[in-house]
């Protein structure tokens, strides 16, 4: 019989795992035998994406009817549903772009949509992070843009959309995530702000969700000095902050597995630290991320190291009981009120309606910003091309976004040459290389970018590619560029595929 300490520390663990089914090989039988204990639920992957995933989900809740399933999907840059493919939705930041409210509604509702069709109940999303930093690298245009108060109000619209549609939203990365220039995967930012300037502009958007009745919140793994010298996720004054903003909802971790944390205190100290902060569910992370690095059994270990030490910390009274009780509580209070609404979601003929006119490729299209090499906008680029010849330049792929995905290059050259350059590690005869072919295929020389004015070497390419080829132009996924190039830009905001297919249809003079 399961020790009841062992249960009542499943109760608030979330953990990745890897494969697309409880049965068959390979399948992770401690994952079914956890939920047959209690565990609150499980986070879905990359790797657990399949044309199965609704018959998953549904022995996941056979095993645990009460369990809580969440995916990391965003739209645009950030996509689980659609891994293989490049997502179909429009991100935040091309939303923001738009700056139509409805618009970023109905997004939030065709997300609830997708969700429910495949067992999900919780979406973590959308990023309430006011990206004021340009050099952000792990934000960027996750975010809804730079200005708090447009955030603001399309975090409302999306956390209604979701949860109109039937699925919890999950607003991140709390107290916001916009102003770092470190990825707190590999590193733990500080967050050297007046406080006044986080209070006035990178709370407000949280502010908002709590007043929409966003159902949870997601920490960042971020220090505030001027609140003490641990990361949110572990530290009881910034948590504190939530409850004193009026926020009732579950407070869920950012991945435990993530070096900000791990690196310092490791997994299990996370664990329970953060319980012991305020923190709600912990989310424990993808077993994926340690790469080759990564166990056959991960998943299994990582899920072992959080529970054993917040059974031990129970145990020695480190962890007092009734704060693990009240965050069970919270968790079952959230899988109660979105139980049922999986298949069923409450939803009238307007919403209905809605759904079925949802057209993705028209906002995005709507989001694009054509400039030229002295940065004047123009509606299409000074010429259409026959076909495209693309060099993807675009930083590597980190832990948070898959922003090297092939399907972008794809998507944008469609049946046109491609090439993948490295540009920061390239020698100089790879890049020429590059060039040369792309130049002598049929296509019109397209530079594939993403951090314009960050990234030294993407502006180098384009610099060289100006010289070789006056008629090339630069489609960008990343932020909008704020100095000219010395090429023409399509501005696209987003490292997705339908934003890709919209940067090549406008290209194409279609």
Not at 35 to 62: C, K, T, W
Not at 197 to 210: G, T
Request: aromatic fraction near 2%.
């Amino acid at each position: 019989m399961t020790d009841e300490l062992t249960r009542l520390a499943n109760s608030v663990l979330w953990p990745g795992f890897f494969g697309t089914s409880l049965e068959g090989d390979g399948a992770p039988a401690w994952l079914l035998a956890a939920l047959e204990d209690d565990l609150a639920g499980v986070v879905y992957f990359g790797q657990n994406i399949s044309a199965e995933l609704p018959e998953l989900s549904a022995r996941i809740r056979a095993a645990n009817p009460h369990a809580l399933i969440g995916i990391d999907e965003e739209g645009g840059s950030v996509t689980r549903l659609e891994v293989a493919t490049g997502s179909t939705l429009p991100g935040a930041a091309q939303l923001g772009i738009v700056d139509d409210v409805a618009a970023t509604a109905a997004t939030g509702a065709e997300l609830a949509r997708r969700a429910r069709a495949a067992g999900i109940n919780v979406v973590l999303g959308p990023v309430a992070d006011v990206n004021t930093d340009p050099r952000n690298p792990v934000i960027g245009v996750r975010a809804f843009g730079a200005d708090a108060a447009l955030v603001s109000r399309h975090v409302v619209a999306t956390v209604e959309g979701l949860q109109h549609g039937g699925v919890a939203a999950c607003v991140k990365h709390f107290p916001g995530h916009g102003d770092t220039h470190l990825d707190s995967h590999h590193a733990l930012p500080v967050i050297t702000l007046d406080p006044a300037e986080i209070e006035d502009v990178h709370l407000e958007p949280f502010r908002a969700a709590i007043a929409a009745g966003v159902d949870s919140i997601m920490t960042a793994h971020i220090v505030v000095p001027a609140w003490g010298e641990r990361p949110a996720t572990l530290n009881p004054a910034v948590l504190g902050r939530l409850r004193e903003m009026g926020f009732e909802g579950v407070i869920i971790t950012d991945a435990l597995d993530m070096a900000a944390v791990r690196e310092s205190v490791g997994i299990g100290g996370a664990a329970v630290q953060a319980l012991a902060a305020g923190a709600d569910l912990l989310c424990i992370g993808n077993p994926t991320n340690p790469g080759s690095a990564a166990h056959a059994d991960q998943d299994e270990r990582d899920y072992l190291t959080a529970r054993e030490a917040v059974v031990a910390a129970l145990r020695d009274g480190t962890l007092p009981r009734e704060r693990v009780e009240q965050a069970r509580d919270r968790v079952r209070m959230l899988a109660a009120k979105r139980a049922g609404t999986v298949e069923h979601a409450p939803r009238d003929a307007d919403d209905e309606s809605d759904t079925a006119t949802y057209d993705a490729s028209e906002i995005v299209r709507r989001a694009l910003r054509v400039a030229d090499s002295t940065g004047a906008s123009h509606a299409t680029p000074d010429a259409a091309a026959s076909v495209l010849s693309v060099i993807d330049a675009r930083r590597r792929s980190t832990l948070a976004v898959d922003s090297a995905a092939s399907y972008v290059a794809d998507g944008l050259a469609g049946d046109g040459f491609r090439v993948r350059l490295d540009v920061d590690r390239a020698t100089d005869e790879e890049r020429d290389a590059a060039l040369n072919a792309a130049i002598a295929s049929d296509g019109r020389l397209v530079l594939l970018i993403d951090r314009p004015d960050v990234a030294d070497a993407q502006r180098a390419l384009v610099e060289l590619a100006s010289v070789r080829d006056a008629d090339a132009v630069v489609v960008n996924v990343g932020l909008p560029a704020r100095h000219p190039l010395s090429l023409p830009i399509v501005e696209v905001a987003a490292a997705s595929r339908v934003g890709a297919e919209a940067a090549r249809d406008l290209l194409l003079g279609r």
